[in-house]
T-cell receptor, first 116, second 111 residues
């Protein structure tokens, strides 16, 4: 099946710094990618929809200035957590929809962010 | 707004049992329904995708059914194995880029 690669898989940073997470579709083009956050023992929470060549669409309650999303190409979307704080510590997962397989969603392996 | 519910929240069975996981959704106007598996600390792995025009999909020991009119899907796992232990999530796509996840069923298959 299609592969979505996410990097880094885990990152530890100091409070106040910014962290960038990359999401790549390796063998298909994705005009749209999705970013989620997952808290322990909870399901995925959609944060935003990343649109290639245009602005991301954020879900209600998600700060767009806090979580910067860039989708510069058909295979790469990035999520930057700006001025990170301990409450931003979480598991972040991206996904992309492969139009070639009737819209099947494929997910990255996730990135665990710990803010000290 | 679409709401997706998964029952049971957790399930523990002995190895070899056949089991059924349930997913229900409130709006039958769906584009597709997808079942995923998530291992602890990992991303999601796609198991089966059912288009709105389909009734079921099969992959190995897995069989997923879809009944749009009643807003239900089931994931059937035959001859369960300890390696099947994971959290199983269903996701419904109502409009092309709007989809909703259930809260998952945590499965533990005991050797």
């Amino acid at each position: 099946g299609a592969v979505v690669s996410q990097h880094p898989s885990w990152v530890i940073c100091k409070s106040g710094t910014s962290v960038k997470i990359e999401c790549r579709s390796l063998d298909f083009q994705a005009t749209t990618m999705f970013w989620y956050r997952q808290f322990p023992k909870q399901s995925l929470m959609l944060m935003a929809t990343s649109n290639e060549g245009s602005k991301a669409t954020y879900e209600q309650g998600v700060e767009k200035d806090k979580f910067l999303i860039n989708h510069a190409s058909l295979t790469l979307s990035t999520l930057t957590v700006t001025s990170a704080h301990p409450e931003d510590s979480s598991f972040y997962i991206c996904s992309a929809r492969d139009l070639g397989t009737a819209g099947e969603l494929f997910f990255g392996e996730g990135s665990r962010l710990t803010v000290l | 707004k679409q709401e997706v519910t998964q029952i049971p929240a957790a399930l523990s069975v002995p190895e070899g049992e056949n089991l059924v996981l349930n997913c229900s959704f409130t709006d039958s106007a769906i584009y597709n329904l997808q079942w995923f598996r998530q291992d602890p600390g990992k991303g999601l792995t796609s198991l089966l995708l059912i288009q709105s025009s389909q009734r079921e999909q099969t992959s190995g020991r897995l069989n997923a059914s879809l009944d749009k009119s009643s807003g239900r899907s089931t994931l059937y796992i035959a001859a369960s194995q300890p390696g099947d232990s994971a959290t199983y999530l269903c996701a419904v796509t109502s409009h092309f880029n709007k989809f909703y996840f259930g809260s998952g069923t945590k499965l533990n298959v005991k050797p």
